[in-house]
T-cell receptor, first 113, second 111 residues
């Protein structure tokens, strides 16, 4: 059974800092891994999707990496802004569960002005 | 122009009642899902459905049933509501192995 863990659970940084969020998963047989953002009281927005054959994906100030063999992914946020404050969740689609995603518990990020 | 829309946004009801949550997507996706987010904000898959196959998470009680009148809709029907069913329910959709799009959620409160 796939398990996904995110560390840290919460993070507070001053504006302008570069930061890294971590995600680990127990079963390396995955189709893909996604990073999502969730604002309070809202749904989730997919930020980046990395297919199992890929090592990283970039979108603007965000960069996500995937190391399938070690069961790890990182989300790097450059030059953080107060508008980046949200909960960030990673989720994996496992080979034995079709398209259904297993989510981590999330990292609650606060970027202080 | 909302891509994945679900109604109602809030649902307050008594224990034992039967209720439905509706979901529609206008993205032309072939697969739709229901997720449950509990009070600790942990998200769990409930169902995955396309026009050929329903996959049910084995932990979901059979009081919960998805109903799909067509490819663009996947409604969630819940019988005999219990206190523990209180949560936020999210509908989502995608094309196989691509980004997942979520609705804005339905906050269900069972009294």
């Amino acid at each position: 059974k796939q398990e996904v863990t995110q560390i840290p659970a919460a993070l507070s940084v001053p504006e302008g800092e570069n930061l890294v969020l971590n995600c680990s998963f127990t079963d390396s047989a995955i189709y893909n891994l996604q990073w999502f953002r969730q604002d309070p009281g809202k749904g989730l927005t997919s930020l980046l999707l990395i297919q199992s054959s890929q090592r990283e994906q970039t979108s603007g100030r965000l960069n996500a990496s995937l190391d399938k063999s070690s069961g790890r992914s990182t989300l790097y946020i450059a030059a953080s802004q107060p508008g980046d404050s949200a909960t960030y969740l990673c989720a994996v689609a496992s080979n034995n569960a079709g398209n259904m995603l297993t989510f981590g518990g999330g990292t609650r990020l606060m970027v202080k002005p | 122009d909302t891509a994945v829309s679900q109604t109602p946004k809030y649902l307050v009801t008594q224990m034992g009642n039967d209720k439905s949550i509706k979901c529609e997507q206008n993205l032309g996706h072939d697969t739709m899902y229901w997720y449950k987010q509990d009070s600790k904000k942990f998200l769990k898959i409930m169902f995955s459905y396309n026009n050929k196959e329903l996959i049910i998470n084995e932990t979901v009680p059979n009081r919960f049933s998805p109903k799909s009148p067509d490819k663009a809709h996947l409604n969630l029907h819940i019988n005999s509501l219990e206190l523990g069913d209180s949560a936020v329910y999210f509908c989502a959709s995608n094309v196989l192995n691509e980004k997942l799009f979520f609705g804005s959620g339905t906050q269900l409160s069972v009294l």
